[in-house]
């Protein structure tokens, strides 16, 4: 079964930074759009930051010039590289890929989540 696991998220004091990574169990042949969503408490899943097939990239406002996202695709691996993180930050990020993985084939994946706590 192809997944998606996401790693990286912990506890960072404001100001710092975390990497988070999504890595595919399989191997990834197409890529419509991969992009991080985050959900905090109490509140809807926003998207984060987002990549298209030809690279360009899309940032939420509340994270443009802090956050950056990439794709490593000889390790079929999607990053999100956050800086200067705030208290709002603090939510479970989840990645996402619209595309195609082997085995199973084109479909929108989802990771399982990782945490991510930004403390005063």
């Known amino acids: 079964q192809v997944q998606l696991v996401e790693s990286g998220g912990g506890l960072v004091q404001a100001g710092g930074s975390l990497r988070l990574s999504c890595a595919a169990s399989?191997?990834?042949?197409?890529?419509?759009?991969m992009g991080w969503y985050r959900q905090a408490l109490g509140k809807q899943r926003e998207l984060v930051a987002g990549?298209?097939?030809?690279?360009?990239?899309n940032y939420a406002d509340s994270v443009k010039g802090r956050f950056t996202i990439t794709i490593d695709n000889a390790k079929n691996t999607m990053y999100l590289q956050m800086n200067s993180l705030k208290l709002e930050d603090t939510a479970v990020y989840y990645c996402?890929?619209?595309?195609?993985?082997?085995?199973?084939?084109?479909?929108?994946?989802w990771g399982q989540g990782t945490q991510v706590t930004v403390s005063s």
């Open positions: 990549i298209t097939r030809d690279r360009s990239t």
């Open positions: 996402n890929l619209d595309g195609g993985v082997r085995p199973r084939g084109l479909g929108n994946y």
């Open positions: 399989g191997t990834i042949f197409k890529i419509n759009a």
